[in-house]
């Protein structure tokens, strides 16, 4: 049984860390089943390791070892920091810095090798969506991060389902066509890796909010929500988090 993981995205936006993790349901009121994940920005991974009651994520990692690339953040350096994870191929990454689908598989490699747990962010835009192309987009985009991957990685990896029309947008993707997109995405990990697709976890991204969570996460293909905007609100995010637990409760 997969357990439910909620993770918060804060893009470059930094909330109060103890003020938030006050807000946070942690000790004997910790949710049951399900797995929190925050990705604060850089600058404050070490910070929000010490004070949040969730994992910690970096929200991007270099596809380098080390060396001259300026700006760029190693695997080793965000393991020092404490990150046990890190999303690769976000679609602002994708779409502001040029990231392909290449990067992003050298990335997700660069974060396999090294220890952290890789959430591919994979997602069809608006004129793609239209257009009928969105499991051959998607489909795509998983095989190019994944294929090859050894069955013990492929188990480590997240994918988390972001149509980019719904991202920011404050409107998501219907639970119906999120959960039948995320059902493919299950089809192609099943072809890539048999067995292991039933371990991987499948998270909706794209507006998710404490109204409409419950509905996505009854979908038997959504593992749970990569959330950006209602992640920086602690009320609004334990609301996520609740309606998670129950969810998990009901499994
Ligand atoms: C995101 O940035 O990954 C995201 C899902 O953002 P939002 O929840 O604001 O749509």
Redesign the pocket.
């Known amino acids: 049984m997969r357990e439910i993981i909620i993770a918060g ?1 804060w ?1 470059m936006n930094a909330p109060e860390l103890r003020a938030f993790a006050a807000g946070m349901p942690s000790g004997a009121n910790a949710p049951r089943g399900v797995r929190l994940i925050i990705f604060p920005p850089f600058p404050y991974i070490s910070a929000a390791v010490r004070e949040l009651p969730a994992e910690i994520g970096a929200q991007d990692i270099s596809e380098h070892e080390y060396g001259a690339y300026t700006g760029e953040v190693s695997a080793a350096m965000l393991l020092e920091s404490g990150a046990k994870y890190t999303l690769v191929g ?1 679609s ?1 990454r994708r779409r502001f810095h040029a990231e392909t689908d290449a990067i992003v598989r050298l990335k997700a490699r660069r974060a396999l090798d090294s220890g952290l747990r890789p959430i591919i ?1 994979v997602g069809e835009t608006d004129a793609e969506r239209r257009r009928g192309e969105t499991q051959g987009v998607i489909s795509a985009q998983i095989t190019a991060a994944l294929e090859g991957l050894s069955r013990e990685d492929a188990a480590r990896v997240i994918i ?1 389902y ?1 149509p980019v029309w ?4 404050g409107v ?1 993707a219907s639970p119906k066509d999120a959960g039948e997109v995320c059902r493919a995405i299950r089809e192609v990990l099943r072809y890539l890796f048999e067995d292991t697709a039933e371990d991987i976890h499948i998270l909706y ?5 404490s109204m409409n969570s419950a509905a996505l996460l009854a979908q038997p293909d959504i593992d749970g929500g ?6 920086l609100d602690s009320d609004a995010f334990t609301g996520i988090i609740k309606t998670a637990a129950a969810a998990a409760a009901d499994h």
């Open positions: 995205n893009k976000h602002e962010c988390a972001e719904a991202i920011g947008a998501s991204g794209g507006s998710m909010n990569l959330i950006g905007s209602a992640s």
